[in-house]
C-alpha cells in the first residue's frame, strides 16, 4: 500500500436526495439514475462491450476479466454478476477488477442498494462480502459460483498499476473494461494519461471498452493509449458514448523490466489440468480449495492419518493478527488477511467457526502505547467493525470474567476447529486424499511432476506440485534452501471448571485462551502455547504444562489457579515461521541459474539486472505461516492461485513480491551471503 495513503480512509461523503439518490458532496454528481440507473448499465457497459454473446460463447472452465473505473455502489459488479449468471457456461469464471478512491462506507452501500430489488440476492452477498475496514490498496471478495471482485481502494491510475506485476504477458488480463465514475468535467483527474495508459498494459488482445462519456480528454486518452474509438448512440437522452476495441501495435517492442525481474517465472499460457500437494495441514487444505474451486483437479498426500494431523491439528485455534501501526508488508497483509479469512472461513466452514469475537490485551505500558498507535493510525473507534479499543472494565463484560488490562475488541475474529476446517475444505469434488501416504522423492521428467510414495511402487504424475509441507520442506532438494525455522508450540488442554465457564469470548495476549469446548462429551479449555525456536521434538513436556499456567494467571488468574489441580492434558507441534514471520507463496526458482543470473546483486543490490532467471517448472510452494496459519493460508491461496491459474492477482505487486518464496535469496545476494546453506 502506498506509505501516504496507509492510514488514512477517506469514505464518499455523500447527500441523500428525496427520492433515496445517492450524490457524491465532493463532486457534486450522482452514482446512478433512480429511474433507469440499471437500464443505463445494461446498456452501456454490458451491451456495448457485447457480454451477452461472448459469455454465451466461453468454453466451459473459461475466465473472463472486467475491469472498471469506480467502484461507486457497485451497481455495474451486480449487473454483470447478474448477466454472468444468466449466459456464462458451467464452471467459467468471471473476475471483476474495480478502483475506488473514496469507497462507500458500508451502510451507505447497503441504502443505495435497496434502491435495486430485483438485485437483493446480489446485493446481500456483496454487503457480507464487503470489507469491514478499507483500507487503501487491494483487497479480493470471493462470491458463489466462480464470481470475484478485486476492489482496488486509490486512485484509479495508480490502483490499476498495484496489480502490475511488471510482465506484459501475465499483466494483459482484461477483457472488457467499463469507464465509470463521474463526469471528466466533474473529475478530470482521474481521467489521466497515466490511467489510459494504464489501461493499454492490462488489456488482452482485442480487449473491449465501452464508457458514457464522449469527453476530448476521453477520446485522446484512449487513442493514445491504443483504442480504436467508435461513437454510438447513448442511452435515454444521453446522444452519443463511445465504444472501442484495444489494437496494440504489430511492432513488438522488446520489454524494459522496471526493476529487476527476480520474482517473474516463466509464462505458461495453460493451467495445469492436475496439480499435487503435499501436506494436508491448514496450509495444504487451503491451497487445495483455492485450485478446486478454478476447476482443477488436485491430489493431496498427507503422511498422517487425517487432515491436520501437524502444527494445524490442535482442537482449537485463534484467528488474530498482529496489526501495525506503521506502514509495509507485515502489518499491510496481517490486516487484509484478517479480513478475508473472517469472511472466508463462516462461507467455506460455518460448522467449524466461533466467530463471536476477540479480545487483545495490552498486558504491557509498551502493548498499551502500541496499541494506542494502531487505533489513532487506522482511525478505530468505539463502533468500529474492525476492531474497538476498550477499557479493562469493558473488556471484562465482554469476556464474562475479570480483566486487568485493556485492549482491542475484534467483533468477527474468534476461534476455529482446525482440524475440522482443514477437514471441510478438503470436502470438494475436485480433491482426492490420499492419507498415510508420504511422499519420498519428486522428480520433473517429460513434463509431469513424478511423486514416489509410500506404498506404491508407480510413480504418480502431476502437471504441477505444491509443497505444504512446513519444515518437511527441508527434505527435498528442491526446496531444501527456503529458510524456515522450526518453532516447537505446546498447548495446554483443562477441563472447564466453574470459574472458566464464564468465559464467553476468546482472549490473546501474552498467551491465548478458547472458550470452553466439548471434546469427547465434556468441554475443556486449550490454552498456550509455548514458543520454543528450533527445538524439534513433540514429547509433552510437564514444564511446558507449568509455562501455559504461569502464562494464564498473568491474563486470568483465578481461572489458572483451578487448573491446577487436574492433570492437564495437551499437544504439542512443530511450526514453521520465516525470518520476516511473512509465509512464502509463490514459485521456487532453479537455484543455481539464479545465482548465476543475478551474482552482480553481490555487488550493487541496488542495481537493475534486466534478465530473468529460470524457474523449476511448475514448482509452487506455500510455507512459513508460523502461529498464524489460519489467519494467513486462505488470503495465500488466493496468491498462490494467481500464479498457478494466470489470474489477476489478489494482493498489490509490493505484497506479492513480500510474500514470494524467493526473497530470501535476492537478500542474501545483495548482503553477498550464501543463498543455500
Known amino acids: 500500500m502506498p506509505e501516504q495513503n496507509r492510514s488514512s480512509i477517506h469514505h464518499a461523503e455523500l447527500e441523500w436526495r428525496e427520492n433515496g439518490q445517492p450524490v457524491s458532496s465532493a463532486f457534486d454528481d450522482i452514482y446512478f439514475s433512480t429511474a433507469s440507473g440499471l437500464e443505463e448499465t445494461r446498456h452501456v457497459f454490458l451491451g456495448e462491450n457485447r457480454l451477452p454473446e461472448r459469455w454465451a460463447s466461453l468454453s466451459p472452465g473459461a475466465c473472463f476479466t472486467i475491469g472498471e473505473t469506480g467502484f461507486g455502489t457497485g451497481l455495474n459488479f451486480l449487473a454483470a454478476w447478474q ?18 478512491k473514496f469507497p462507500l462506507h458500508p451502510r451507505d452501500l447497503a441504502r443505495a442498494l435497496a434502491m435495486w430489488p430485483e438485485l437483493a440476492e446480489l446485493s446481500r452477498e456483496l454487503i457480507a462480502q464487503y470489507p469491514s475496514y478499507l483500507a487503501p490498496g487491494v483487497h479480493r471478495l470471493r462470491f458463489s459460483a466462480g464470481v470475484y471482485l478485486t476492489l482496488v481502494i486509490d486512485e484509479a491510475s495508480r490502483g490499476f498499476e498495484q496489480l502490475q506485476l511488471d510482465d506484459p504477458d501475465r499483466d494483459s488480463l482484461v477483457d472488457a473494461w467499463f469507464l465509470d465514475g463521474f463526469a471528466p468535467s466533474k473529475n478530470p483527474d482521474m481521467w489521466s494519461e497515466d490511467l489510459f495508459q494504464a489501461m493499454a498494459r492490462l488489456s488482452a488482445a482485442n480487449a473491449t471498452f465501452a464508457t458514457f462519456t464522449c469527453a476530448g480528454i476521453v477520446k485522446r486518452g484512449l487513442k493514445s493509449a491504443g483504442f480504436t474509438l467508435q461513437k454510438v448512440p447513448g442511452f435515454g437522452r444521453k446522444r452519443e458514448m463511445l465504444r472501442g476495441e484495444f489494437t496494440p501495435s504489430p511492432v513488438a517492442h522488446p520489454h524494459t523490466h522496471r526493476v529487476t525481474p527476480w520474482h517473474l517465472p516463466p509464462v505458461t499460457h495453460k493451467t495445469p489440468d492436475t496439480v499435487a500437494i503435499v501436506g494436508a495441514g491448514i496450509a495444504g487444505a487451503a491451497a487445495a480449495r483455492a485450485l478446486a474451486e478454478r476447476n482443477i483437479r488436485v491430489t493431496v498426500f498427507e503422511q498422517g492419518e487425517a487432515p491436520g494431523s501437524g502444527a494445524s491439528g490442535n482442537d482449537q485455534g485463534i484467528l488474530y493478527a498482529k496489526l501495525s501501526p506503521k506502514p509495509g508488508p507485515n502489518g499491510d497483509f496481517n490486516l487484509l488477511a484478517l479480513q478475508f479469512a473472517q469472511r472466508f472461513y463462516p462461507a467455506a466452514c460455518p460448522e467449524a467457526v466461533h466467530f463471536d469475537g476477540l479480545l487483545q490485551l495490552a498486558q504491557t505500558e509498551k502493548e498499551q502505547q502500541l496499541q494506542q498507535q494502531i487505533v489513532e493510525q487506522l482511525s478505530l473507534d468505539g463502533d468500529a467493525a474492525l476492531a474497538q479499543p476498550v477499557s479493562a472494565a469493558q473488556a471484562s463484560e465482554l469476556a464474562g470474567v475479570p480483566l486487568q488490562a485493556p485492549g482491542l475488541f475484534f467483533p468477527s475474529a474468534g476461534w476455529l476447529q482446525p482440524r475440522q476446517v482443514c477437514s471441510a475444505l478438503l470436502q470438494h469434488p475436485n480433491i482426492e486424499t490420499r492419507f498415510n501416504t508420504p511422499v519420498k522423492d519428486a522428480r520433473y521428467t517429460a513434463d509431469q511432476w513424478q511423486l514416489a510414495v509410500a506404498g506404491s511402487s508407480a510413480a504418480a504424475s502431476f502437471d504441477a506440485l505444491i509443497m505444504c509441507t512446513a519444515n518437511f520442506n527441508r527434505h527435498f532438494p528442491q526446496t531444501s534452501p527456503l529458510p524456515l525455522q522450526p518453532i516447537r508450540g505446546q498447548v495446554s488442554f483443562a477441563q472447564a471448571t466453574e470459574e472458566s465457564r464464564k468465559l464467553k469470548l476468546a482472549l490473546c495476549g501474552e498467551g491465548y485462551i478458547a472458550p470452553a469446548a466439548a471434546r469427547d462429551g465434556s468441554p475443556r479449555h486449550s490454552f498456550g502455547a509455548t514458543f520454543k525456536l528450533k527445538q524439534t ?26 487448573f491446577e489441580d487436574q492433570p492437564l492434558e495437551g499437544r504439542a507441534a512443530l511450526r514453521a515461521a520465516t525470518p520476516d514471520y511473512l509465509p512464502m507463496a509463490g514459485p521456487v526458482a532453479d537455484w543455481d541459474q539464479l545465482e548465476g543470473t543475478y551474482q552482480a546483486l553481490r555487488k550493487n543490490r541496488k542495481q537493475r539486472i534486466d534478465r530473468r532467471t529460470p524457474y523449476q517448472p511448475h514448482l509452487y510452494v506455500l510455507a512459513g505461516l508460523g502461529s498464524r496459519g489460519f489467519t494467513y493460508a486462505p488470503l495465500a491461496a488466493e496468491v498462490l492461485a494467481g500464479w498457478i491459474a494466470g489470474e489477476v492477482m489478489p494482493v498489490s505487486e509490493e505484497l506479492v513480491k513480500a510474500l514470494h518464496p524467493m526473497r530470501f535469496a535476492i537478500r542474501a545476494l545483495g548482503k553477498n551471503r550464501a543463498i543455500m546453506d
Open 83 to 100: 448477466l454472468w449468471r444468466q449466459c456464462a457456461p458451467e464452471n467459467a469464471r468471471l473476475h471483476f477488477i474495480s478502483v475506488e
Open 537 to 562: 521434538d513433540t514429547e509433552l513436556r510437564a514444564e511446558e504444562h507449568r509455562e501455559n499456567l504461569h502464562t494464564l494467571a498473568s491474563l486470568l488468574p483465578e481461572i489458572a489457579q483451578s
